[in-house]
Structures are given as C-alpha cells and as structure tokens.
Nanobody, 125 residues
Framework: QVQLMESGGGSVQGGGSLRLSCAAS????????RAWFRQAPGEGREGVAS???????LYADSAKGRFTISQDKSKATLYLQMTSLKPEDTAMYYC???????????????????WGQGTQVTVSS
C-alpha cells in the first residue's frame, strides 16, 4: 500500500501562488498514475489534474492555464504549481495514485486507490 503525504498548502490572497507537494512511500509497483483532487466544504471531490508515467497531463477546465502538475519520478514526488489563485480554489487538496503503465490517467476519484490526508488551501479575496 502506498502512503502519500501532501504539503505546501496555506492561506494566500487572490492572485497569489502556491506549490503543493505529495511524497509517496511504501509502494511496490513500478508505474503509477498520479493526480490531484480537491474538495470544498459541502461539495464532492473534484479532479484537478493528472499525470502519467509518460508525463501526459490532463487538467480540469478550472485548472487550465493556471495550474501545472509535474512529478519527480526519482523522488516519487508529485507537484501542483498553482498561480492566479481565486477564492473559488479554496478547498482541501488531495493527491492520489494508482498503479498504471498506460498513457492516460483519468481525473475520476473512484479510479484511484491510494490517497493522502490532504492539505488545505485558502484563498482570500
């Protein structure tokens, strides 16, 4: 079972930037899909972005042009660079992984089988 630990959340003003990290440990698979999700109070978990072992990326419309997902495979670490943050980006952000060697990684929460505890991002206007 993979253990995931997110970090980098915090409180910022609108227009600001944050970089989230997700460190993985304990996994035995060689290849993974990795993704970021977020959940605001009272809402469902929303896929933000995903990345494959080939570095193919997929973004939610709300993240396109503002967020960048990346990974350091040697460190088993996933990143989410967030810029031009808006109050509606306020949420708990989670990373998730699933062993997968294919090129396409979905942003459906039910597809992933390992999750971190989350890191809070709060954007003020």
């Amino acid at each position: 079972q993979v253990q995931l630990m997110e970090s980098g959340g915090g409180s910022v003003q609108g227009g600001g930037s944050l970089r989230l990290s997700c460190a993985a440990s304990g996994g035995t698979a060689t290849y993974y899909c990795r993704a970021w999700f977020r959940q605001a109070p009272g809402e469902g978990r929303e896929g933000v972005a995903s990345i494959s072992i080939y570095d193919d990326t997929l973004y939610a419309d709300s993240a396109k042009g503002r967020f960048t997902i990346s990974q350091d495979k040697s460190k088993a670490t996933l990143y989410l660079q967030m810029t031009s943050l808006k109050p509606e980006d306020t949420a708990m952000y989670y990373c998730a992984v699933r062993p997968w060697s294919g090129p396409d990684c979905p942003t459906r929460a039910d597809w992933y089988n390992s999750w971190g505890q989350g890191t809070q991002v709060t954007v003020s206007s």
